[in-house]
């Protein structure tokens, strides 16, 4: 098939493939000036590149075009366009941090796939992109995620993955293409609609599958809001479809590996006194990418559940079942023209901000096995000023949502909670058999203090390393036998009181445990009003979120204990809101007392606090619905539904699917 001179305006003297009579053949041309024509036919003048559609009546010119161009036989056309496409540098970025990191340990690096050498691996994932894009935009036309001939669960988990990568490698291209080509939008709030909130009226508990982990992470990430121009009615629908995931704490795993375990992983190379726990069972799943089958850790679901939770909340403060306890704020710090709540922004993140999330997916896979995060991952991180909200239930509601009663999961009453703190780290120099500490893990791995001790002692004891060295050079190579650990410092404020901060982060996963001694009075230091120890646990997350669950320590880990969700961010990072104090000076402190007393009629006691004599009462009361109070004797009784129940002690269901059971020993 030939292109006729006259309308081509193309002459003998400027196609080299021209032919005697006069007719131009393209296919006569080399094969690399038939790659860069390709080329610019799909890329612009500014290097970005279009829909691969564009190529086809060139492809169709003739025979001998098509199969020079084809996709088996010039790869690295395909290898072109996808960086022309598609945003790469993050790509190669955690590439080389990938073979750095395994090269560090015991030479594996040296077995790491070479992603970048082939161009086929390439041309495979451009056109698993554009096989997505088409998939996407079909869903979005038919309002309905499974189309016979087009979708089904595998495809749609296959496509989730693909989305999940270009919103965590986003540096400006992938966003265009998932807007432009994908229907991006459109399609995740389809699967909102039919997925998250129609499970939500099925008998029983929602699953929290991989797909909804991986859309609603994306969404999240990606700015897209599934309420978005909502009315009251419909932000009711998400937050009734999200509680299972947020209160049934017992129901859904937040955690990577158990949080009771505080040196990981279990099984290294050259210690053999630990024996590898089949009951902690790999979260990494599998997937299809370049061409080649790989596996990750999925982001918890339920994370994301919390977050957007708290999201919904800011946006809608008269939504049933809710008695907020927000501190109040001057207007100095919080301006008229500024009322966003504390989750409310959105933007899109550069890719580099998305790297230590994939890090972690990556390398933190077993708990038994995978080798995990560098011990200073998360260096830096948690020093500053935090505003923290947080959930709590009333004790007889949470012991009946640990029986499974569905009414009571969607129906119950709940209360926001406001705290700030300001926290420090120490690094230490340790032994690696010393990581985690000698205390218990509902304490963080520190002693338990008692009434008599000096708060500011125990501090100033962590920030002189507790024993241990503090190191001076985080950057420093660790010598045979020995790591280093980030501990944590700090003050709290809460509407019930002021209290103290340890703490420590759990280099595996990044996992950081908050140990928070609470106490009534503006000196915690000498106030003897202890409302008791609780135990925080949760991620660092992609923006500077820090997310997850308190619990109380009263409950030893052969029982579930009594939780609820937090959620935190710093000042300064991209998603706090510039009208919040930036310090903890600039807060009003000295309100918090008047504020928790119009709010909450009883201030929080933990389980323990008066149990110690026969007859002694026990006071419930966080928040408005607390106060219920019951002795020992009643507890212990036949009559008390599940009380005294233990379970034997399981790693695996103490994080993943406990035994219900009343939370009070």
């Not at 395994?102 to 040296?110: E, I, P």
């Not at 790491?112 to 997505?132: G, Q, V």
């Not at 797909?211 to 897209?224: Q, T």
């Not at 009181?497 to 950081?512: F, M, N, P, S």
Request: charged letters at 25%; aromatic letters at 12%; glycine letters at 8%.
């Amino acid at each position: 098939m030939g292109i006729n001179d006259s309308s081509s305006q193309a002459g003998p003297s400027r196609c080299p493939g021209a032919t005697a009579g006069g007719k131009s053949r393209l296919d006569g041309l080399p094969d690399n000036v038939l790659s860069i024509i390709a080329y610019h036919i799909v890329v612009n003048d500014h290097g970005v590149g279009s829909s691969p559609s564009h190529l086809l009546p060139f492809l169709y010119t003739s025979r001998s075009i098509y199969s020079k161009l084809s996709f088996r036989a010039n790869p690295q056309l395909y290898n072109n366009l996808f960086r022309a496409t598609f945003d790469h540098a993050a790509l190669m970025r955690r590439y080389k941090w990938m073979v750095k990191h395994l090269a560090s340990m015991a030479g594996r690096g040296r077995n790491t796939y070479d992603l970048f050498s082939d161009s086929e691996s390439w041309a495979e994932d451009y056109k698993a992109r554009w096989i997505t894009a088409r998939r996407m935009r079909a869903i979005a036309r038919a309002k309905a995620t499974m189309i016979p001939g087009v979708s089904s669960e595998e495809t749609f988990l296959e496509d989730a993955w693909v989305v999940w990568f270009l919103v965590t490698e986003n540096d400006g291209k992938n966003a265009r293409f998932l807007h432009k080509f994908c229907n991006f939008s459109q399609w995740a709030r389809v699967f909102h609609r039919e997925d998250a909130i129609k499970a939500s009226m099925v008998p029983g508990l929602p699953v929290a599958s991989v797909e909804k982990s991986l859309v609603s992470w994306s969404s999240l990430l990606a700015g897209i809001d599934p309420c978005e121009d909502g009315t009251e009615a419909e932000i009711d629908e998400k937050m009734f479809a999200l509680r299972p995931y947020v209160f049934a704490c017992a129901e859904y795993d937040i955690f990577i590996a158990p949080w009771v375990e505080p040196r990981l992983p279990l099984i290294t190379g050259d210690k053999t006194d630990r024996t590898i726990d089949m009951r902690l069972r790999p979260q990494a799943v599998s997937y299809r990418r370049f061409g080649q089958t790989w596996r990750r850790t999925p982001p918890p679901y339920a994370l994301y559940c919390l977050l957007e939770f708290f999201r919904l909340v800011d946006r809608h403060f008269t939504q049933q079942g809710r008695h907020s306890h927000a501190l109040k704020y001057s207007t100095s710090f919080r301006s008229d023209q500024s009322t966003s709540g504390l989750f409310s922004m959105t933007q899109i993140m550069p890719s580099i901000y998305h790297d230590r999330e994939w890090q972690r997916s990556t390398v933190c896979q077993d708990p038994n096995t995978s080798p995990g995060l560098p011990p200073m991952t998360f260096y830096g991180e948690l020093q500053g000023f935090w505003r923290c909200q947080f959930l709590t239930l009333d004790f007889d509601i949470y012991r009946q949502i640990l029986a499974q009663d569905m009414r009571v999961l969607y129906t119950g009453e709940y209360s926001e909670q406001v705290a700030e703190t300001e926290l420090r780290e120490t690094v230490i120099v340790v032994r690696e058999e010393d990581v985690g500490g000698s205390g218990s893990v509902l304490h963080a791995g520190f002693r338990q203090l008692r009434p008599e001790d000096d708060i500011e002692d125990e501090l100033r004891a962590i920030e002189a390393g507790y024993g241990h060295r503090v190191c001076v050079d985080v950057n420093a190579p660790d010598q045979p036998g020995w790591t280093k650990e980030i501990l944590v410092t700090g003050r709290v404020n809460t509407g019930w009181g002021r209290g103290i901060v340890r703490g420590r982060v759990r280099a595996w996963d990044g996992l950081v445990s908050l140990s928070v001694k609470i106490s009534v009075g503006r000196d915690t230091a000498t106030s003897d009003h202890g409302l008791g120890t609780w135990l925080w646990r949760g991620y660092l997350e992609t923006g500077g979120y820090f997310i997850g669950r308190w619990r109380d320590v009263v409950n030893p880990l052969s029982l579930q204990g009594h939780e609820g969700g937090f959620g935190m961010i710093r000042a300064g990072d991209i998603f706090y809101p510039p009208h919040y104090p930036q310090r903890m000076e600039e807060s009003s402190t000295s309100r918090y007392g008047a504020s928790a007393s119009q709010s909450s009629s009883s201030p929080p006691q933990q389980s323990s606090i008066r149990l110690n004599q026969p007859g002694a009462w026990l006071e419930l009361g966080m928040g408005s619905n607390f106060g219920a109070r019951f002795s020992r004797e009643e507890m212990m009784s036949p009559a008390w539904p599940a009380v005294g129940h233990t379970a034997p002690f399981d790693r695996d269901r103490e994080c993943r699917r406990p035994v219900a059971t009343c939370c009070i020993p």
